[in-house]
């Protein structure tokens, strides 16, 4: 059962999201981020608030169990796609859909990387850094504002990205990130924290920047209802990132959290050609909505253009009746 400061310290995580959601609804999403980002204190507050919820009650008899811990899923699927097989059978996968879609041609010709730990993790929304703990990575950790000395100070989507490689040593702010250069990039509770479906595609383009070929994008995104209840929201999203260059290779139902792992792909057309494809390929959009867009929408009552935070879709309705509540009792000790 949840205890009163697990309550409280929740309660205020959702309603700095909630906040920073009405005022995107206001102001549009570049107005609220920058007055966001200008809000030290409440930046401070909420990264204690992550850091002691994290440490103090997400982990505890589930820290080894990764159907609760989001920690110990992420070190696991890593070891599985690197380690056990997933990496090489997920790359014959490719090449076959490649050749069954006559893409071969010398402009994009295809070269193997290969992968050996210490792999390059960037953990993005990180708060305290909590992948240090695992020698098979080797982590650059950054937030908006970190909670601990270890992570760097970062705005995600802001920062550049540079082709020259980056020193991230006795560093306290990470100005720009080098491209091509990490095997593992890390969204962990960090999509649902951006207030703009559009905005959170950029943030995976970019990801997709980051990674080295036949590396590795793992999302975790909150709902604790069952596995079918966001079922085509998911489905939107593995379209959309499949436009990107990115194909899923993996997928959890963790108690609380929905678990992704898409692939970056050799050739970014294998997954773009296989989108379009789908008997399903209009519903997918460059965005990545969340229910938190749908209830916002409504509970304002605004009409929103093409360029605000939400625009309805067919599925809206379904959406709407599924609980998509941001910051459950993740890892909670029932």
Known sequence: MASSEQIELSN?????????????LEEGFDGAWEK???DENTLKRYAEAMHILAVNHWSGKNKDDPSRSRIIWVHEQSSSYFRNG??????????RLRSSFNLSDDEHSIEFIKFHPPFRLLDVGSCYN?????????????DLMPATK??????????????????FEQCHECTVLPELYFDIVVFSLFLEYIPAPTKRYECCVKAHQLLRPEGILMILTPDSRHESANSKLLRAWRLSLAKIGFFRVGYTKLQHLHGLVFRKCIDSRVSQLWSQRQPDSMDSSESLS???DVSDFMSNNQILSSDSVFVKSSQDEEIIASDFTFLPNIDAQD
């Open 130 to 142: 909590p992948f240090s703990a695992f020698q098979e990575f080797q982590t650059i950790a950054i």
């Open 12 to 24: 205020f995580i959702k309603t700095v999201h909630h906040e920073l959601r009405n005022l995107a």
């Open 36 to 38: 966001h980002c200008k």
């Open 150 to 167: 270890d992570v760097l100070q970062c705005d995600f989507l802001k920062v550049p990205i540079v082709e020259n490689t980056v020193s």
């Open 86 to 95: 997933l990496l090489l059978k997920s790359r014959d996968k490719e090449l």
């Open 290 to 292: 969340i229910p938190q």
